[in-house]
Nanobody, 127 residues
């Protein structure tokens, strides 16, 4: 059974940090493009960051550049998203995804090209 499971979300004050984890089971992430998306209430899903299938290309949405860092540990079948200097506008449900996709401009992606999705983890940034 192919599955992605996210964890690490929670409530954090503005300026704080969280690290999201996405663990794959039933398959390896090696050879897939991987990505993080988020969706706030009443808003469209938006791409946050992606790593190409080769691991050589990483892209971030402008809104998170310099604050978020994505990484992939193929041996552990785990994708990470380190989020620093969090802002209230970062609040949303965060999803990881994997698929035979091109990691180019993640902010232009609605995620349709990704085949596998986790159930998401909630991130709330509030004082």
């Amino acid at each position: 059974h192919l599955q992605l499971v996210e964890s690490g979300g929670g409530l954090v004050q503005p300026g704080g940090s969280l690290r999201l984890t996405c663990a794959a089971s039933g398959f390896s992430l090696d050879g897939y493009a991987t990505a993080w998306f988020r969706q706030a209430p009443g808003k469209e899903r938006e791409g946050v960051s992606c790593i190409s299938n080769s691991g050589n290309s990483i892209n971030y949405a402008d809104s998170v550049k310099g604050r978020f860092t994505v990484s992939l540990d193929n041996a552990k079948r785990t994708l990470y998203l380190q989020m620093n200097s969090l802002k209230p506008e970062d609040t949303g449900h965060y999803y990881c995804a994997a698929g035979a996709a091109w990691c180019t401009v993640i902010s232009d992606s609605n995620g349709d090209e990704y085949d596998y999705w986790g159930q998401g983890t909630q991130v709330t940034v509030s004082s």
